[in-house]
Structures are given as C-alpha cells and as structure tokens.
Nanobody, 125 residues
Framework: EVQLVESGGGLVQAGGSLRLSCALS????????IGWFRQAPGKEREGVAC????????FYADDVEGRFIISRGNAKNTVYLQMHNLTPEDTAVYYC??????????????????WGQGTQVTVSS
C-alpha cells in the first residue's frame, strides 16, 4: 500500500527557513514522481516542486525557484522540501503527493494519485 506522511511544518518568522519531510512507503519497484503542493486558506491547491525517482530531475514553480529545494534522502524513502527566505505568502498547508509511472515531470495536480495528510506552515511577519 502506497503511503506518504509529511512532517516538519510549524511556525517561522519571515526570512526564516524550514525543512519539510515526506516519508514514503509502498513504492518498491515503482517509477514515480513526488510533488509538494500547498493550499492557503481560500485558495486553490497549487504545485510547489517535484522530483522524479527515475533520474532525480526536478521542477519548481516560479514563485519558489531559488528559495525552495526538493531532494531525496540517501535511502530514497524520504523526500525533503527545504524552504528558505520564507514570506507570509508561503503560509499554507503543505502536501506531498505521488504520481505513479509519470509521463514526464510537472505539477499538474490531477495527475497525482496518492496524497499525504498535509502539514501546516505558518510564516509570521
């Protein structure tokens, strides 16, 4: 059974950093992409960053590129989202999600098959 569990959210001041983790299970033998998404109150869920299990290629949304870094742990069963220079606009519930056997790499929400429960990130001004 595929499962994703996020952790690492919390409260941080503007300009600070935070690292989110997504623990993966049930992915043995599968080709997949892991994406990070976020949803702020009253807004639609949007993609932040994603990484391919096949070759480690990455893709970032424009408003986080240069500030956020997505990576995989050495054992490949954890995906991280390192966030720097956070602003109040980054406040949201952050979700990790998996797209099984992806055709490419991207942040099209509807293509992701499995979702974690989310972790809250709050950036104070």
């Amino acid at each position: 059974e595929v499962q994703l569990v996020e952790s690492g959210g919390g409260l941080v001041q503007a300009g600070g950093s935070l690292r989110l983790s997504c623990a993966l299970s049930g992915f043995t033998g599968k080709d997949y992409a892991i994406g990070w998404f976020r949803q702020a109150p009253g807004k639609e869920r949007e993609g932040v960053a994603c990484i391919s299990s096949r070759d480690g290629s990455k893709f970032y949304a424009d408003d986080v590129e240069g500030r956020f870094i997505i990576s995989r742990g050495n054992a490949k069963n954890t995906v991280y989202l390192q966030m720097h220079n956070l602003t109040p606009e980054d406040t949201a519930v952050y979700y990790c999600a998996a797209e099984i056997i992806p055709l490419g790499i991207g942040l099209t929400l509807q293509l992701y098959d499995y979702w974690g429960q989310g972790t809250q990130v709050t950036v104070s001004s």
